[in-house]
Structures are given as structure tokens and as C-alpha cells.
């Protein structure tokens, strides 16, 4: 019964990415992007991976559906020139990556290597439930301390594209400028359930399915909905303030890393015993500096020509 | 068992699929939603793997899944900066037109 | 003999599919924006509802059918802003398109 | 209590040194270090954020240089466990030989390029923050290429690098630059995606993404890791723009500002240079290696006669330069059919090991003073068109001695260290009966000769009477100069395999 859940969830998947890739249109392209996104997480959830679907939802098709939707106003749609011959070539040589892979897939090894086993066993070690975030900010903390740096870049690299002067003007919210009234109401019944939504995925994320950058996603959106009801104005991206709490969760990261190595004997280490207040410190300063980074970086350049 | 490896197939759909749009679109927006098609599908051949490494108490290997998730916040950011830089490039062209229509009328 | 549970369930999925199917047909037959959205938001509302209603029995701890009805209740709150906040754009749409030339001229000013 | 402390003491045994501090934490310092510097250049004000900038890279090169002589001292590489987890579960850092010279190699020409960006501020046009942000991460992402081990962890690298690099491209916001910087950007991520499908598939073979345990693990007949490798491969060649995927790589490095190309010219296409070859040279299985070999030898070649002969025909000196940079990273490639992926090599293959790494060195500081030397021309005259270069020598003399000494390293002419690094692949290819590596390393210098040589010649030419000069501070024009000079004291590494850069060869 399950399997044909499945398949049905398989074909709708490639039929949605099927029109996001094959409309003409951007606009259509990009709410049929909102669709597969969704989709997506549903696999993921099929696929037993909750976090990833959490993720999948706020940041993969959420956020990025909003980043593009906003910018198709103000790229112009340059004619498509593509001849009839090269699309086949090329339609041709993409069947063969995925006929590829799907060989691949098939012929894997049977018994399945995997970590699992080595995670279960240290996961006592580091005091957490959710064996996930046992990985992210454990076992692999680097990556994840890096991948935080990695959001705050991309943030300074669409800082940099502005001239240096402009950078004191503040981004153009979503929306028409002046806020309707539906919004304001969307904004004062929705903002708190989604601060409690978002705090209980960053708190609840030690044990249960969730984390910070899911967190992060959820306050972000609250965030710019406070912003598109006018009852947040955006911040600029010279205010201090701003850019200390952009700041404050990568660095507390790499101090608490730091600090690992007088107490816990090797850099990143976290101090035994007190593993998992020290990280969901850590989360919390995460959450606040990704879910602005996250703002910002959907908001885009200052002073941009708002239409 | 069976029904993640129809979804892994789906997923090297969406891979080919991806590489298509990211080959062949002429909008920069268009193709960075192809990218993101691509980027999805990849992570769902990973999470199949995950799927597949299931062990010791866990429906999924823990290790794919938590490098999804930062692949994805990664492949957000990638998407953010690509559509800055492609509003970025409009406005400047579009300052460069104007610019050089106006010294046009005074020339 | 199907017990209880499922005497409620099914017949409530079977009504919240077909609203949720009268409310596709109704997206892709409607003749313009406003009754599109009208016909999207109720039917799927309804949808919805039936959903949590054949939902209700099969759960088990009240947290998580406290859960699923705070669900209902967010998506009501959200539709309803969107689906006003589409019918403002499509209105103004409306009314920039049937008001006519000096409408456009003003429009068109800004445009040039 | 599993977290093991027995890593702290297997790599403390070398020779602890200066400070005593065993080498494993100066892995991890050195990539963290220049992320430190965003505090400063975030909060506090520009003048403030260059200084601590340069301070940081200062000691970025201290930690670089102790570490590599650790490295060379106990003979055996510096491994660190992050957080005390072992791989498979967690992340290691190793400094190799070859790694560690890198490492050295990025952190000095990091400081000269960032010496260079400070003397902008006489010219008002010292960078924006922004700039000294982005290539604080570069460095941090170049540090984390070279030194981590594990394939996932190499893709945020990579991530960290593309995204530091791009913005630098199109800091001066011109519409061609921008164009620029989003077909890099492209690429790049085109690249980034193939490079984690190819390590999503490794690991759904071996269950690991250690390049040490997936090296063992991975099974050289079946066909999957072929493809894995391949995709993997052609991911990093569109990072590198290795021949024929080249084409985002001389509009982008052209049009970034004088320190920004310099940066991506010399430093951040190394990163992916460097990765292709750990992989094929420590990753892959012997016999699969053995196969790919040629075939990235024939796209090195490609490279160095296609985009040599490309470099021949321009007519602006920045875009040459950049033409020139797709040409010699192709050197590297030739080394890898004269060597074996493992096993103790012979003297031949030692010799071509040594020159292929060592052309890395020695093209990151020409590389820099070139691209240097010509964004002061370029500031100096108005303009780059090479046919109008006349009385440039008058305008910005150090500059163009620096360009010329910086292009002796390129053609290979002695005493400069491209001529040593280039003997050591001939004298390989004919010692091993390859010959026709040695006739493209032949080629490739008179293509750098010929399009060298004619910039040299514009630039002595008398100027039009008409053109008008900036006067430039020698200050501005020294940097370049220094790392010139610094390509030629290369050259004088003595003409045999070095033992240090074979510490730590699988």
C-alpha cells in the first residue's frame, strides 16, 4: 500500500519539476517551484528524514520562492534562443545522467554501509536525543560553524554589490509600501504562534526533531511579515546592531570551539559533562544570527528601485 | 524498502530534469530555480542512501541527513547571492542605457 | 464490523477529497481572478475541515488532535489575509484596466 | 567517556617547537583565524578593520610557517581529530607535505596582495570593508581546502571560497562585471553540485566521506566508482576552469580590481587545482587512476596551447593575464602520468612530483606581481590596451620590471622558479619516456614568452605626446616587485626531488 504512496508521490514529484523546468513563463515557473517544494518535503518525509523535511520546506522551497519571486519584477525575460536541435542534444545528454544514476541507485552494494552504528553508540557522549543534531553540532560541528559563516558571507556578498554609499539606505520591504490591513491582521495573529513555533523547534531540537536553522526559518518569517505590515521597519545594513547580533552566533560558536580545547582536550570539543546546555546555548545564539542573516538576505541589496 | 527506491529514481529525475533547465534556460532567474531542482535532487539520492544505511535504532542514517540540511541552507544562500547579483546586473544595465542615451541627446 | 472510529473517518475523507477536487475544478473553470479565489478559498477550506474531522478519531493523545486543530486554525487565518490581499491586487487590476485611458496615461507615464 | 585523547599524543610526539604547542591545534587556528577578522571589520570602522586585516594575516603566515616546519621536522603529517572524533564519525585536518607548502604559499602571498590593497588608500581608493571581509574568507577557505580530509567538509570549503570570490569579481558594480561574476557564479555552483554528487555517491558505497577510509574502502573494478570520480572530477574542472570549461575564468579575473584578481588569479583557482589532484593522486584506486591520468594530461595540454594561443591574440593586458592563468594551471595536469597515485616512487617520479607542486608556488606569487604590476599600468596610463602601453615604463617603472620578472617565472627562463618546476617535468617526461608532456612544457613556455615578451616591448615604447600620466607612489608599486623577486628566489631550489612535499604520500 505504501509503495504505491510512493510511486504516486515519485511521478507527481518529477511532474512538478517537470513544470518548473519547462514553463516558459518565470512567474509560473517560480509558484510551480513553491509546489515542488512542498512535494519535496513530503518525500522527505517519506524517506524517514523529518529534520530534512522541516528544512526542506522553511529554507529549500519557503525562502527561495520569495527570494526569486520578488526579483522577477525587475529582470527583464531576454527571448529564448535556443534551436530546436540543441535542446534535443542537450535533453539527450541529460536522459543519459539520469538513466546514469538511476543505474547507480539500483546497482549500490547490498548491505548498506552506513554510520548509524557509530552514532548510536556515541550518542550517549554528547547528551542530545536527536541523533541529527548530535551530528551537526557534535560530530561534524565544523561544517556547521562554517555553514553559518557561509550564510552571513553570501549576506556580505549582496552588501558588497552596492556602492558603498547606498549601503546606509535601508532594503525595500515586500509588498507595495503601504501595508493593507489583511497583512497588519495576518501579522498581529500570526507572529506570536510563529515565535512559539519557532522557539519550541529550536529548544525542542536537543531531543525531537528540529534545530536552528529550521528555527531560524520560521522567526525569519516572522520577521519579514512584522516588516510587511509596516510594524517593523527593515534595518539598514550599517546598524551596529544588526551586524553584532549577525555576529554573535558564528563567533559564540567558534569561542565555545575554542574553549573546547582547554576543557575538553581538542578544538571544538564541548566541556564533558555540560554538553548540552552549552549547545543549546549555542543554537539559541545560532537561531537569532541566522534567522536575520536569513531576513536580510531575503530583503536583498539596500536602496534597491522598489517598483 | 521499495518505495525510497522509487523516490531515489525520482530524484535522478529531478537531477537530469535540473540539468536540463540549467543548461537550457535563457532567463538567469529560470535557471537558478533549475539549480535548485538539481541541488533537490541530489539531496534526495542522499537521502535515499540515508534510507538505505538505516541501522541501530534510526529509520535513517543520521550522518546524510544533517548534511542535507546544511547543503540546503548552503544552496539557499547560493540562490539569494545569485538573485542579487541578477537584479544587480538589470539595474546596472539599465543605469548604463540611460547613461548612454543621455550623453547620446547632449552629443 | 468497522468499529466506531471509522465510521466517522471515512465518509469524512470521502467528502473532504471531493471538496478539494470542486475547489481545483473551480480554480480552472472560473472565468476570472475574484471568483477563482473565491472558489479556491471556501472549497478548500471545507476540504480541510472534513480533514481534520476524519483526522480526530484516528489520533491518539489529545495533544496531537489539539496539534492538528491548531493547524485548521493557522491555514484559516493565513488563507483568508491571502486570498483578501489577492482580491485587492485583482481589483486594482480591474479598475486600472476598466478606468481607461488616463488611467494608463498616468500608468504609463511612470512606465516610460 | 570515548573521546580520545590518544590523538593529542600520536601527533605530539614530532618535534614540538617554539612554543611547545603540538601542531594539531595550529590546523584548526589557521582556519579560523581570518574569520576572526569579521568581528572587527563589521563593527568597528574601516581603517580599523584593514589594520586588524593585515595583523591577522600576518599571523596567519606565523602559524603557516610553524606548522609546515613541524611538518618537515618530525617527517610525519600533522593530524587532528576535530572535538576528539575519529573519522568516520567525525572531521580530521592532516598537513602533508605538499599541504603545508601550500599553506605557506597562500598565507605570504595573502600578505603581500593585502600590503598591496592597503597602499590603495593613497590613491582614495582604498577598498570598502567588504573587500577585506571577503578575502579574510577566502584565505580561511583556501586554509580549510588544503588541510581537511573529508569530502563534505571540502564542499563548504569550496562553498566558502565561491562565495568570497564571486562578489570580489564585481566590486566596481560595472553591468560587464556583474555579467562576469554571475557566469562564475554559475559554474562555480554548476561545479559545487557535481563535485556533492560524485561524494553522495562515494559515500553510499563506503559508508564514509574520509578521503583516507573511502581510499581503502572503495572497490577499484565496480563501474560506480568510476562515475563517482568522474563526476567529482568534472565538478572541480569547472571550479578550476580547466580546459575546455575555462570560458567564465578571463572576464571574471579581468574585470575584479587589481587586488581582487590578483586574489582569484593566484589564490582561489587553487583551491579546486589542488582538490582534482588529491583525489586522483589519493582517493581513486591505483588502476582507475592509472586510466585518468591521460586524460586530464590532455586537457592540461589543451589548456596550455588552447588558452596560450587565445592569450597571444588579446589586446587589453588584464584579460592576457587572465588568459594566461587558464594556460599554466594546465602545467599542473602534465604531472599526473608521471607519477603513481601510491606506493614509494622513483627518482623520475619524485622529480615530477616535485615540479608539478612546485609550479603551484611559483605561479601563485608570478601570477599576483603580474596582475599587480598591471592594475597599477592600468591606473598609471588610464587604460589597458596593450598597443597604447607606450611610456608606461616612464609612468609606473617598478610595475612594469615587476611584470617583466614576474613573466621570466611564467616562461620558464632561469633563475625563476617556473624554470625549475618546468626542468623537473621535462627531465621526468623524457627520463620516463613520455614525450610528448616534454614538448607541450617546451610549447607552453614560447606561448608565455611570445605573449609576455610583447608587453614587455609595448611598454618600453616612447609615449604618444599627447598621453598624461598618474603619478603613482612607489609604496603602491613595491608589492608587486616583492613577490616578483620572491617567484625568482624560488629558482633556486636545487634541481632534485624534494623529500619534504613526498611527507605524507599515501
Redesign the interface.
Known amino acids: 500500500m ?2 504505491a ?3 504516486g ?3 507527481l ?2 511532474l512538478a ?2 513544470r ?2 519547462a514553463t516558459s513563463d ?1 512567474r509560473a ?2 509558484s510551480g ?1 513553491l509546489a ?2 512542498m512535494i ?1 518535503a513530503l ?2 518525509v ?4 523529518v ?2 523535511a522541516l ?2 520546506i522553511a ?2 522551497s519557503g ?2 520562492t520569495i ?2 519571486l520578488r ?2 519584477a ?9 534551436t530546436a536541435g ?2 534535443a542534444a ?2 539527450l ?3 543519459c ?2 538513466l ?3 543505474a ?6 547490498e548491505p ?11 550518542m550517549p ?1 554528547t547528551g542530545l536525543g536527536n ?2 543534531t ?3 553540532m ?7 560553524v ?2 553559518t ?6 549576506l ?9 554609499e547606498r549601503l546606509a539606505g535601508r532594503p525595500a520591504t515586500p509588498g507595495t509600501g503601504r501595508s ?4 497588519v ?2 501579522a498581529r ?2 507572529v506570536p ?1 510563529g515565535l512559539v513555533v519557532g522557539a519550541y523547534q529550536v529548544w525542542a531540537g536537543a531531543d525531537v526533531p528540529g ?1 536552528k ?1 529550521q528555527g531560524a526559518a520560521v522567526l525569519a518569517a516572522m520577521g519579514l511579515l512584522l516588516m510587511m505590515a509596516g510594524i517593523v521597519k527593515a534595518p539598514a545594513a550599517t546598524d ?1 546592531k544588526l ?2 547580533l ?2 554573535v552566533g ?2 559564540l560558536f ?1 569561542a565555545v ?2 574553549a ?2 582547554p576543557l ?7 566541556p ?1 559533562g555540560f554538553e548540552k546546555p552549552v549547545i543549546i546555548v549555542v543554537e539559541i545564539a545560532s537561531t537569532i544570527s ?1 534567522g536575520l542573516a ?1 531576513v536580510m ?2 530583503l ?2 539596500p536602496g ?2 522598489s517598483s | 524498502m ?20 540549467v ?8 535557471r ?3 539549480f ?2 538539481l541541488g ?2 541530489i ?3 542522499f ?17 546524510p ?6 547543503g ?10 545569485a ?6 546586473l ?2 546596472a544595465r539599465d543605469e548604463e542605457h540611460a547613461d548612454a542615451r543621455s550623453a547620446k541627446d547632449e552629443g | 464490523m468497522p468499529d466506531l472510529a471509522s465510521l466517522v473517518t471515512v465518509p469524512a475523507l470521502l467528502a473532504s477529497v471531493f471538496f478539494f477536487i470542486a475547489g481545483s475544478v473551480g480554480l480552472v473553470r472560473m472565468p476570472d481572478t475574484l471568483t477563482r479565489i473565491h472558489a479556491l478559498t471556501k472549497a478548500d477550506n471545507i476540504a480541510l475541515g472534513l480533514l481534520v474531522v476524519a483526522l480526530l478519531p484516528q489520533v491518539g493523545s489529545i495533544a496531537d488532535a489539539a496539534k492538528i486543530v491548531a493547524v485548521w486554525i ?1 491555514v484559516q ?2 488563507s ?3 486570498a ?2 489577492m482580491g ?1 491586487v485583482a481589483l486594482a487590476e480591474r479598475d486600472a484596466a476598466s478606468s481607461g485611458p488616463d488611467q494608463r496615461g498616468m500608468a504609463g507615464g511612470r512606465d516610460a | ?3 580520545d ?1 590518544a ?2 599524543l600520536a601527533d605530539g610526539s614530532g618535534h614540538l617547537l617554539l612554543a611547545g604547542l603540538p601542531p ?2 595550529l590546523l ?2 589557521v582556519i ?1 583565524l581570518p ?2 577578522g ?2 572587527p571589520l ?2 568597528a570602522g574601516p581603517r580599523v578593520g584593514e589594520w586588524a586585516a593585515m595583523t591577522l594575516a600576518g599571523l596567519g603566515l606565523a602559524v603557516a610557517t610553524i606548522i609546515a616546519l613541524q611538518v618537515w621536522w618530525s617527517g610525519t603529517p600533522a593530524i ?6 575519529r573519522p ?4 580530521a585536518l592532516r598537513a602533508d607535505g605538499v599541504s603545508s607548502v601550500l599553506l605557506v604559499m597562500s598565507a605570504a602571498v595573502f600578505c603581500g596582495i593585502g600590503l598591496f590593497a592597503t597602499t590603495g588608500r593613497d590613491r582614495k581608493t582604498s577598498f ?1 570593508p ?2 577585506w ?2 578575502s579574510l ?1 577566502v584565505a ?1 577557505g583556501l586554509n ?1 581546502a588544503f588541510l581537511a580530509q ?1 569530502l ?2 571540502l564542499y ?2 569550496l ?2 571560497l565561491t ?2 570570490a ?2 570580489l569579481v ?2 566596481e ?1 560595472k553591468a560587464a562585471q ?1 555579467e562576469a561574476a554571475l557566469t562564475y557564479l554559475l559554474f562555480a555552483l554548476l561545479g559545487s553540485l557535481l563535485y556533492l ?1 560524485g561524494a553522495v ?1 562515494i559515500y ?5 566521506l574520509d578521503i583516507g577510509l573511502a581510499g581503502q ?1 572503495l572497490a577499484a573494478d ?3 566508482t568510476g ?1 563517482a570520480l568522474a563526476l567529482m572530477s568534472a565538478g572541480l574542472a569547472a571550479k578550476a576552469a580547466l580546459f575546455p570549461l575555462y570560458l567564465w575564468l578571463p572576464p571574471a579575473h579581468a574585470g575584479a580590481p587589481p587586488a581582487a584578481s590578483a586574489l582569484l588569479s593566484s589564490l582561489v583557482i587553487k583551491a579546486p587545482i589542488f582538490l582534482l589532484l588529491r583525489i586522483w593522486l589519493g582517493l581513486a584506486p591505483a588502476d582507475l587512476a592509472e586510466r585518468a591520468a591521460p586524460v586530464l594530461a590532455i586537457l592540461g595540454t589543451g589548456a596550455i596551447l588552447f588558452c596560450g594561443l587565445r592569450a597571444l591574440g588579446q589586446t587589453r593586458l588584464k584579460l592576457l593575464i587572465a588568459y594566461s592563468t587558464a594556460a599554466q594551471l594546465g602545467y599542473v595536469f602534465l604531472m599526473l602520468p608521471l607519477v603513481k597515485s601510491s606506493g614509494p616512487l622513483t627518482i623520475p617520479e619524485a622529480l615530477a612530483w616535485t615540479g608539478g607542486f612546485l609550479h603551484i608556488v611559483s605561479h601563485a606569487f608570478a601570477k599576483a606581481a603580474m596582475f599587480m604590476a598591471a592594475g597599477v599600468i592600468a591606473e598609471a596610463l588610464g587604460h589597458d590596451r596593450i598597443r597604447a602601453l607606450g611610456g608606461a615604463a616612464q609612468a609606473a617603472p617598478l610595475s612594469v620590471a615587476a611584470f617583466a620578472i614576474g613573466g621570466l617565472s611564467l616562461m620558464g627562463l632561469p633563475p625563476s622558479g617556473g624554470f625549475v618546476a618546468k626542468v623537473m617535468l621535462l627531465t621526468a617526461a623524457i627520463q620516463q619516456g613520455v614525450p610528448w608532456i616534454a614538448v607541450v612544457v617546451l610549447a607552453g613556455g614560447l606561448l608565455a614568452g611570445g605573449y609576455v615578451l610583447r608587453v614587455v616591448v609595448c611598454a618600453l615604447q616612447r609615449p604618444e605626446a599627447s598621453a598624461t600620466f598618474v603619478q603613482i607612489s612607489l609604496r603602491r608599486q613595491a608589492m608587486a616587485l616583492v613577490l616578483a623577486v620572491a617567484a625568482i628566489v624560488l629558482g633556486f631550489i636545487p634541481l632534485e626531488p624534494m623529500g619534504f612535499l613526498l611527507v605524507g604520500r599515501p
Open positions: 505504501m509503495t504512496f510512493d510511486a508521490l515519485g511521478v514529484l518529477v519539476a517537470v518548473v523546468v518565470v515557473a517560480a517551484f515542488y517544494g519535496l518525500a522527505w517519506r524517506l524517514e528524514s529534520d530534512v528544512t526542506e529554507v529549500g525562502l527561495t527570494v526569486i526579483a522577477i525587475h529582470v527583464p525575460s531576454p527571448p529564448s534562443s535556443s540543441a535542446k542537450v535533453g545528454l541529460c536522459a545522467v539520469t546514469g544514476l538511476s547507480v541507485i539500483l546497482g549500490l552494494p548498506a554501509s552506513s554510520i548509524a552504528a557509530d552514532v548510536a553508540m556515541n557522549a541523533p541529527i548530535g551530528v551537526l557534535v560530530f561534524r560541528a565544523l561544517d556547521t562554517l555553514e559563516i557561509v550564510v552571513l558571507l553570501a556580505i556578498g549582496v552588501w558588497a554589490l552596492v556602492p558603498q493593507p490591513e489583511p497583512v491582521f495576518l495573529a500570526l504562534i534545530g536553522f551596529v551586524r553584532a549577525l555576529l558564528p563567533i567558534l570551539g575554542i573546547g580545547w575538553a582536550g581538542s578544538f571544538l570539543g564541548y564533558p541566522i536569513l538576505l531575503v536583498g541589496p534597491r528601485a | 521499495t518505495g525510497s527506491i522509487i523516490l531515489a529514481l525520482a530524484g535522478a529525475g529531478l537531477v537530469g530534469l535540473g540539468l536540463y533547465g543548461i537550457m534556460r535563457e532567463n538567469a532567474l529560470h537558478i530555480l533549475a535548485n531542482v533537490g535532487g539531496f534526495i539520492v537521502g535515499f542512501a540515508a534510507r538505505r544505511g538505516a541501522g541501530a535504532g534510526f529509520a535513517a542514517d543520521p550522518v541527513q544533517a548534511l542535507v540540511i546544511t540546503i541552507v548552503v544552496a539557499f544562500s547560493a540562490t539569494a547571492l538573485t542579487a547579483i541578477v537584479v544587480r538589470a539595474a | 493557522v487565518i493565513s483568508g489575509a491571502a483578501q490581499l485587492e | 567517556m570515548t573521546q585523547h590523538s593529542f594539531g591545534p584548526a587556528l579560523i574569520l576572526a569579521l568581528v563589521l563593527l587532528y581529530h576535530l572535538g576528539g572524533w568516520p564519525l567525525g572531521i570598502p567588504t573587500y571581509m571577503l574568507c580561511s580549510l573529508d563534505f567538509t563548504v570549503a562553498e566558502l562565495f568570497a564571486v562578489p564585481c566590486l558594480g556583474l554528487l555517491l553510499a558505497e563506503t559508508g564514509t574502502r565496480s563501474a560506480m562515475i
